[in-house]
């Protein structure tokens, strides 16, 4: 487009309705690099949310929240993949922590690591000892691989008590007692995602509106933390390896009767590899009169598409699902559908397939109900 186009004034309300628009940030560069009115209304769709993983960046980045607290301030969520080659470098560590400290509405925090990279957790969490950030959403993608390093995950929640939104990896394994002796962490917490251990460490009632966990304990113990949170939880996605435990029609039957007002289940489960007892997982919803939206994912992605057993398609066996719960309005079944299509209930009662948008989870490749 000719620059005396771009140049031409227009009302700032048309400015905001473009940009609005607009999901791309190299778009939006290059729409403020056409004038100063574009950067203007650009700038807190610019640096709402951004992604640090490279050590020119990174330092380039801390300079400029430092020196123009206005860019700090347009930060809602900050995500920062640390490196190896920044293992035990002092002055990374220390530029970081000054720079979060010029973040004062930051509201969700993203923790990444290399792949293979053993980081040191001291070191991370160091990093936040000075700062006074009050989070609403903290994921940490790092995996918490003994009690000290719980220890840091604990003190850090601890002393954010607004924080509605945890993400963590704790390996199977290590001792979670700090957890359950930990009574006052997470009040607030309204969305876990999790391995099954620490959902069952967190023994005190939370308001947990929205859950996902890897199944690794025993059913039992999960449908007893489930049934203390019934009232609350709507979303449920749960990640069954399925090397042991019921049949999964028998887990699904179990998972809708302890939550009753469930809405949501998302299913990761690759016993669907198998020729899966149809009748059985339909039989599984018939009592559940909340439910709203179904979905059947992989546990272990890329999958292959296996067509459904018994020369049920994909809309049969969704309307056939409906059928047996009526309150249910929606179904994918992403494992079996090649045409990658979400299951609607019309008004009229009808079932219509519609295209099914980009995975929602890109780490696990499929269409994940839980869109956090």
Sequence with gaps: MPHTILAVP?????YRLIISSIDK???????????RTWYREAAPFLYRDTFLSNTRGLLLWCKA?????FLGKLVQEFSILFRQCWEG???????ISQMLRHLPNLQRLILDVDDEFRIDLFEVFSIFEACPLQLARFDSRMVFS???????????VKSRPNITSLSCRVQNGVPLRAFADAEAILPNLSRLVASSNVFIALRTNRPIQCLKIHLEEELDRVLIGLRSINETLTTLCVHRENRQGPPLHGCIRRLVESVPNLRTLCIHDDSLKEPPHLEDIRSSLAHSTCLENLAFNP???PSTHHQIPGGVSPVQFATQVMGTCP???TVTLPFWDTERLIYVKTPLGDVIGRPLPKPI??????????KG
């Design 25 to 35: 940030k190299k778009d939006l560069c290059t729409l403020c690099l056409s004038s």
């Design 89 to 95: 470098d002092c002055e990374i560590y220390a530029r």
């Design 361 to 370: 989870n890109r780490q696990c490749q499929s269409h994940c109900l839980d």
């Design 10 to 14: 227009l009302p700032v309300e048309l």
């Design 299 to 301: 546990y272990s992605p």
């Design 65 to 69: 929240v430092v020196e123009r607290p």
């Design 146 to 156: 003994s009690r000290a390093t719980v220890d840091f995950l604990i003190a850090f």
């Design 327 to 329: 309150s249910l309005c």
